[in-house]
């Protein structure tokens, strides 16, 4: 069985940013060659092609593979040490705080703390939703994770996941804030949209947020508990990344209504229906903890607490609450 190989060096990026290579690498992805046959398919000199193989060989992109005799001649074999490639690098700022990445939901309070620590850290914000967010820190692309993922059957956030995405690692799961999430509408509402059903009206338009957002999954099972198919949702397929930029589809008359933030709904001074309180969680690996204990100090601190109450459908009432997750999956609360 072909497996898929991870990219780990810039200098195999390099080679691989000539097509010329790339295309010799495809060859010898699909079957193992030699330099005359390469260079049959690829309508060059042995010459040509043994100097970009060599290339590919001194980055750990290609081996030697055997040697079979043809005739009278002994011809060398080559192959791909994989059976496909995963390119992905991240290319960071030089600079002379440490560097922090976040990634996961959208958040006020996150975009509050991370300006407070601004001069203390280099952070780096990457939303692509909980459940990516979740991904990328398992994949070590960031140190620090925001999450809102609500599990029906527990009736608990985040930690269902994190016992399936996690079992072998240490974690810090801090709670940042409570918040409402409701319908954003248009001021003075004037398409008199009050529940989830109004939705299926023809002239209404839905922004939607990308999939693997805590957003989204918790509109799905709500549209699944009132028996509503969303492809019959005019602009169920229109996605944006952000609770602010799906206020922004709304205050720009692109959209009737989202599912967003009452902050973000206040923030474009957009009318705004309450439909769930959630839990929003920062998730630290332990292996970072240390680096980040600024963070983790300046969050507990009545100060932090004061400015995410001041967000408009935000409560600071646990914040600072948080649970250490074992690799044996024990938990303890602590405060």
């Known amino acids: 069985m072909d497996t898929v190989s991870t990219l780990s060096t810039y200098l195999q990026i390099e080679a691989l940013a000539d097509p010329q290579r790339l295309t010799i690498l495809q060859h010898l992805m699909a079957s193992p060659a ?23 060989e001194e980055v750990g992109l290609v081996e030697f593979l055997e040697t079979r005799k043809r005739g009278r001649q002994i011809e060398r074999y080559y192959r791909a ?4 490639f995963l390119i992905q690098q991240m290319v960071l700022p030089k600079t002379s705080k440490p560097v922090m990445i976040f990634s996961g ?3 006020f309070a996150w975009k509050l703390l ?49 016992r399936q995405l996690f079992p072998d690692r240490s ?6 804030a409570h918040r409402l999430q409701g319908l954003i509408l248009n001021r003075g509402n004037p398409k008199g949209i009050h529940h989830l059903t109004d939705l299926l009206r023809p002239e209404v338009r839905l922004i939607n947020r990308n999939q693997g957002s805590g957003t989204r999954i918790r509109l799905e099972k709500a549209f699944h508990q009132a028996g509503i198919d969303p492809h019959q949702v005019q602009g ?15 205050a720009t008359g692109k959209a009737d209504v989202a599912i967003g933030l009452q902050s973000a709904a206040a923030h474009y001074q957009l009318d705004f229906i309450p439909l769930f309180e959630e839990r929003y969680d920062l998730i630290l690996d332990e292996r970072y903890l240390a680096d980040l204990s600024m963070l983790t100090d ?27 997750l074992s690799r044996r999956q024990r938990y303890l609360l602590s405060k």
Not at 81 to 84: K, L, P, R, Y
Not at 304 to 311: D, G
């Open 34 to 56: 030699t330099l005359t046959q390469l260079a049959h398919q690829l309508n060059h000199s042995p010459a040509w092609v043994r100097h970009h193989l060599k290339r590919l």
């Open 81 to 84: 040490v994989a059976g496909a």
């Open 105 to 107: 939901s959208d958040d």
């Open 114 to 162: 991370a300006d407070s620590l601004s001069t203390t850290y280099h952070i780096l914000t990457l939303p692509v939703g909980s459940l990516n967010g979740l991904i990328n820190l398992r994949q070590g692309f960031c140190q620090i994770c925001g999450s809102h993922l609500y599990d029906e059957t527990s009736d608990e956030y985040n930690l269902p996941a994190l």
């Open 171 to 176: 974690l810090t799961v801090i709670t940042l």
């Open 236 to 250: 169920f397929d229109q996605e944006v990344n952000t609770h602010t930029q799906a206020a922004q589809w709304v």
């Open 298 to 324: 300046f969050l507990v601190t009545q100060t932090f607490r004061k400015q995410i109450a001041q967000l408009p459908g935000y409560s600071s009432r646990r914040s600072g609450d948080y649970l250490q």
